[in-house]
T-cell receptor, first 109, second 115 residues
Framework: GQNIDQPTEMTATEGAIVQINCTYQ??????LFWYQQHAGEAPTFLSYNVLDGLEEKGRFSSFLSRSKGYSYLLLKELQMKDSASYLCAAMDSNYQLIWGAGTKLIIKP | ETGVTQTPRHLVMGMTNKKSLKCEQHLGHNAMYWYKQSAKKPLELMFVYNFKEQTENNSVPSRFSPECPNSSHLFLHLHTLQPEDSALYLC?????FGGGTDTQYFGPGTRLTVL
């Protein structure tokens, strides 16, 4: 079956760095997406990886290892506004997104 | 307006009611999606429309009926719902379903409560 695993909840301190891991098992693979969702709001697109390696975009970076079925989202210089859920989703061979249940990130002062 | 909009934002209905959710996208996209989001569960894809044609129906009960009159508008008609259908219903759009690196953009959702 198809499956995405990510931690349910993480806590970090303002100004610190946090890494949110995601492992996936899909029928075929057409890329890995990360979205941010604040409570009561729409998920917003953060990053897309289809090749192995690290993609950096400001304070956020995303890494992919296709051989390991593994990705992580790295958030640097954490701010209070980064408190949100982070959703990992892998696109399968039918171009459907298989979603994780999300990681709730709590930022403490 | 820009992006993806959804109305209403909140809806409370009885099990015998009939209601409709509306989604509109202003991004010039050709694919639109309905998702169900329940607490602490992954997003569940319900329906996909690509160029106004339904391409995916992921075993959704017939009490949910989608309609896509054009590439910018998507509706979800609801009737005879059950309390377990209470959830956040998200609409999304993308350039083209199956178009490779196809990023989906989401609306804010409709919070549905079935009594």
């Amino acid at each position: 079956g198809q499956n995405i695993d990510q931690p349910t909840e993480m806590t970090a301190t303002e100004g610190a760095i946090v890494q949110i891991n995601c492992t996936y098992q899909t029928s075929g693979f057409n890329g890995l997406f990360w979205y941010q969702q604040h409570a009561g709001e729409a998920p917003t697109f953060l990053s897309y990886n289809v090749l192995d390696g690290l993609e950096e975009k400001g304070r956020f970076s995303s890494f992919l290892s296709r051989s390991k079925g593994y990705s992580y989202l790295l958030l640097k210089e954490l701010q209070m506004k980064d408190s949100a859920s982070y959703l990992c989703a892998a696109m399968d061979s039918n171009y459907q997104l298989i979603w994780g249940a999300g990681t709730k990130l709590i930022i403490k002062p | 307006e820009t992006g993806v909009t959804q109305t209403p934002r909140h809806l409370v209905m009885g099990m015998t009611n009939k209601k409709s959710l509306k989604c509109e996208q202003h991004l010039g996209h050709n694919a639109m999606y309905w998702y169900k989001q329940s607490a602490k569960k992954p997003l569940e894809l319900m329906f996909v429309y690509n160029f106004k044609e339904q391409t995916e129906n992921n075993s959704v009960p017939s009490r949910f009926s989608p309609e896509c009159p054009n590439s910018s508008h998507l509706f979800l008609h609801l009737h005879t719902l059950q309390p377990e259908d209470s959830a956040l219903y998200l609409c999304a759009s993308s350039q083209e379903f199956g178009g490779g690196t196809d990023t989906q953009y989401f609306g804010p959702g409709t919070r549905l409560t079935v009594l």
